[in-house]
Structure formats: structure tokens, C-alpha cells
């Protein structure tokens, strides 16, 4: 970010943009996946999948295991879709059952998912899903939100069949916000280019975008709408810290962070709202209050140690839980003591708040 100003024509901001784009394929397991690399928010992913992915009138199942599962729906219903919801109980995953039964109901185009809800840190089993859509609704593509997930839960897209992943610079790929990051199977490409109504958009439209993602592959500058600059430079070096990495060692380290800290939060009394371990992230911890702790009390004591918690956010349940993010170099440099320092201030906060752990 503190590169100079430097102009989205110019062959060294063509060289940064051409490794980002071939080391976003590494990130998400693919080798013909097409990266769409936007200016915007991770919400813009919303908007490209549902403008490009859909036509009038058309189904889309959504499976929400939380608040940015129902955003997504309100997002395609926008666009003019038809969309059904299974949503499950806070804390859990929608039933392959349920899934099964209604992808046997009708013909669907979409069925999408968050991998990881941010609102209740429930993971979603992807390569399960893809299973059952393989098998039973085999034209429907497979659209997963992935920006609480990205590059810290595995997501191969070639080898699990997901045909879409949404995500964003910021969270695990560890860059600032700014940058909406859409990988599109060609399956899903080609939906696109045969679709028989026009694409209801003009800055989300795939199809002006599709020359300019391939002439900054190919190391060329090409203009369509200026890109964030400075941002996706900050992108490219992080996601190649990344990648210089491994990401088996990525995920691993996430997977380590993770169960030592929610280790260390259960051991001392407290509970978790994911309901098991085969449903909850690797990204982030999210823990029910103890009784007489409340959000107003606990989130200033955390601030003055320095460290920023967030409350939850479903509704009609947001003052009863609250969640702490562990991901990107929080998770692959435990050198740096993040992790620790956070778990640290959330025991010294509560005890604050007159909460005791068990004996």
C-alpha cells in the first residue's frame, strides 16, 4: 500500500497483476478457474454471481447457516431469481438430507453457501455438498462465499467440483479491504456466454471483464474500469507469502490455532456456538456470554488491552454470543504471540466482569 502512485497501464503493475491472478488458482486448487479481480467489497461478489449467474425467474437454493447466508438470498431476489432457503438452527449445518430432498423438488440453477458463516463461525462440509449435487442435480452449479473462509479452510475447486468462489482481500489472504475476488469454473463461464437475456448490469458484467482478467493474466495492461491499484499490489505480496507457504501448511497452522485456542476457551468453563468440531471454522472462535457477562461490559475491557472483539450479529441473538477472529498471520506466525495475548485479555476481561472459570 505505501508503493508509489503508479498507473494501471504501467508493465510493472501488469507483471503484480499477472502473478496475483496465477497465484489465486494456487490458493483455490485449480488450474482453469477464471479470477475475476474487482474493485469493491466482498459483497460485490454478491452482485457478480447473481447478475451474471441468473436470469429472470430462474432457482436458486440457499443454504444459510447464518446472517451473510440470508444477504446473499436478498442479493439474487434483487437480481429477479426465484430463491429457496434451508437455513439451520444457530450453531449447526443445514442436513445433507434436506439438501438432497430439495434439489430432487425442482430444477435449480445456483445452490449456494457461505463455507464459513461469519456470524456464528459454522463451516459448511463443501466437497459433501458437491457430492450430492454431482449425483443428484448434476447442471446446478455450486457457488460457495468464501471470505471468512479463504486460505484458512481448505477449498480445492477442481478436485471437489465447486464451480464458483466468492471472496475478498481482507481476513485470511490478509491485504486490506478493497478487492471483490470471484474464481469461475469454465462449467460456470459457459453459462454465462450462452445465456439468452442480457446480463442486468454494466460495472459486474463478466463479459467486459473476461478480456481485461486475460490480458492482465498474460502480463498485458488493459482498460475496462481503473482497477485499486495500490490494493491489488498489497494483494499479490500477501498472497504470495501465502503461497510461498503451502497452503496443506497454511490450513494445517490454521487448524492449530484453532483447536488450541477453543481448547483453552472450554477448558475454562466457557461454550461454543458451533456444536461440534466438524462444524466449526478454523478461522474464528465464537463463544456463547457466560451468565452475567453482557457485550456492553465485556467489548470496552477488551479494547483497553488493545484487542477488538465483535458481538454477534443474528437476529434476535446478537447480545448472547461474541466472536474472535484467529486467521492469516495471526495463525501462520504464532511467533508474533496475537493469539495468545487475545486469549490473555478475553480470561483478564471476563474475570473483570465478575465471571470465575470452574474449578
Known amino acids: 500500500?505505501?508503493?508509489?502512485?503508479?498507473?494501471?497501464?504501467?508493465?510493472?503493475?501488469?507483471?503484480?497483476?499477472?502473478?496475483?491472478?496465477?497465484?489465486?488458482?494456487?490458493?483455490?486448487?485449480?488450474?482453469?478457474?477464471?479470477?475475476?479481480?474487482?474493485?469493491?467489497?466482498?459483497?460485490?461478489?454478491?452482485?457478480?454471481?447473481?447478475?451474471?449467474?441468473?436470469?429472470?425467474?430462474?432457482?436458486?437454493?440457499?443454504?444459510?447457516?447464518?446472517?451473510?447466508?440470508?444477504?446473499?438470498?436478498?442479493?439474487?431476489?434483487?437480481?429477479?431469481?426465484?430463491?429457496?432457503?434451508?437455513?439451520?438452527?444457530?450453531?449447526?449445518?443445514?442436513?445433507?438430507?434436506?439438501?438432497?430432498?430439495?434439489l430432487v423438488s425442482k430444477k435449480y440453477r445456483l445452490v449456494c453457501v457461505a463455507q464459513v458463516d461469519t456470524s456464528s463461525g459454522v463451516l459448511a462440509d463443501i466437497p459433501a455438498l458437491c457430492e450430492i449435487v454431482k449425483i443428484v442435480s448434476p447442471d446446478t452449479l455450486v457457488v460457495v462465499d468464501s471470505v471468512c473462509a479463504a486460505a484458512a479452510e481448505r477449498l480445492y475447486m477442481d478436485e471437489s467440483g465447486v464451480d464458483v468462489v466468492v471472496t475478498a482481500s481482507q481476513k485470511a489472504l490478509g491485504a486490506p479491504p478493497g478487492v471483490s475476488i470471484v474464481m469461475v469454473s469454465q462449467k460456470a463461464l459457459n453459462v454465462v456466454k450462452t445465456r439468452t437475456t442480457p446480463i442486468p448490469s454494466y460495472y459486474v458484467n463478466w463479459m467486459r471483464w473476461l478480456p481485461i482478467m486475460e490480458a492482465y493474466g498474460s502480463g498485458k495492461a488493459a482498460y475496462f474500469a481503473t482497477p485499486c491499484v495500490q490494493n491489488i499490489m498489497a494483494l499479490n505480496q500477501s498472497v504470495k507469502d501465502i503461497v510461498s507457504l503451502g497452503m496443506e501448511n497454511v490450513f494445517r497452522l490454521h487448524e492449530e490455532t484453532s483447536r488450541d485456542f477453543a481448547g483453552k476457551v472450554v477448558k475454562n468453563g466457557l461454550r461454543l456456538v458451533p456444536v461440534s468440531d466438524k462444524v466449526r471454522s478454523n478461522a474464528m472462535t465464537v463463544i456463547w456470554l457466560p451468565e452475567g457477562v453482557t457485550l456492553p461490559n465485556l467489548i470496552p475491557k477488551m479494547l483497553n488491552r488493545g484487542i477488538t472483539i465483535a458481538g454477534g450479529i443474528i437476529k434476535g441473538r446478537s447480545t448472547e454470543y461474541f466472536r474472535i477472529g484467529h486467521m492469516g498471520i495471526s495463525a501462520t506466525h504464532p511467533e508474533l504471540g496475537y493469539v495468545e495475548r487475545t486469549f490473555e485479555a478475553l480470561m483478564d476481561s471476563l474475570a473483570e466482569c465478575g465471571y470465575k472459570p470452574p474449578q
Open 1 to 102: 500500500m505505501s508503493t508509489r502512485a503508479t498507473s494501471h497501464m504501467d508493465p510493472h503493475f501488469a507483471s503484480n497483476f499477472s502473478e496475483l491472478l496465477s497465484n489465486l488458482r494456487i490458493v483455490f486448487g485449480t488450474t482453469t478457474a477464471q479470477p475475476f479481480v474487482i474493485s469493491g467489497s466482498g459483497t460485490l461478489g454478491w452482485d457478480q454471481v447473481s447478475a451474471n449467474l441468473l436470469q429472470q425467474d430462474e432457482n436458486a437454493l440457499l443454504l444459510s447457516n447464518g446472517y451473510f447466508g440470508d444477504g446473499f438470498g436478498d442479493c439474487m431476489r434483487t437480481y429477479g431469481a426465484n430463491v429457496d432457503v434451508l437455513t439451520s438452527k444457530l450453531g449447526e449445518t443445514v442436513s445433507s438430507t434436506d439438501i438432497e430432498q430439495q
